[in-house]
Nanobody, 115 residues
Framework: QVQLVESGGGLVQPGGSLRLSCSASRSIFSIYDMGWYRQAPGKQRELVASITSGSSTNYADSVKGRFTISRDNAKRTVYLQMNSLKPEDTAVYYC?????????WGQGTQVTVSS
């Protein structure tokens, strides 16, 4: 079973930037399509961005043009560069497979956008 550990969250002002990282415990990670998800208080978890094993990317409309997903298979890590952050981006961010079959969810990393 692959274990995922997210990091990089924090408190940032509107318009600011953060870079999230998701580290995987096993090299099999490299064949997975991966996604970043987020869950805001009182809302369902939603897909924010995805990246295939071949590094093709896709984004939710709400973050398109502001967020960039990338991966480094040698480091078993997926990144989410978040720019021009808005208060509505406040959520716990998680990474997982972009698939109908998830691996165990990590603890997530809190992103709070507030002045």
């Amino acid at each position: 079973q692959v274990q995922l550990v997210e990091s990089g969250g924090g408190l940032v002002q509107p318009g600011g930037s953060l870079r999230l990282s998701c580290s995987a415990s096993r090299s099999i990670f490299s064949i997975y399509d991966m996604g970043w998800y987020r869950q805001a208080p009182g809302k369902q978890r939603e897909l924010v961005a995805s990246i295939t094993s071949g590094s093709s990317t896709n984004y939710a409309d709400s973050v398109k043009g502001r967020f960039t997903i990338s991966r480094d298979n040698a480091k078993r890590t997926v990144y989410l560069q978040m720019n021009s952050l808005k208060p509505e981006d406040t959520a716990v961010y998680y990474c997982n497979r972009y698939s109908s079959t998830f691996v165990s969810w990590g603890q997530g990393t809190q992103v709070t956008v507030s002045s």
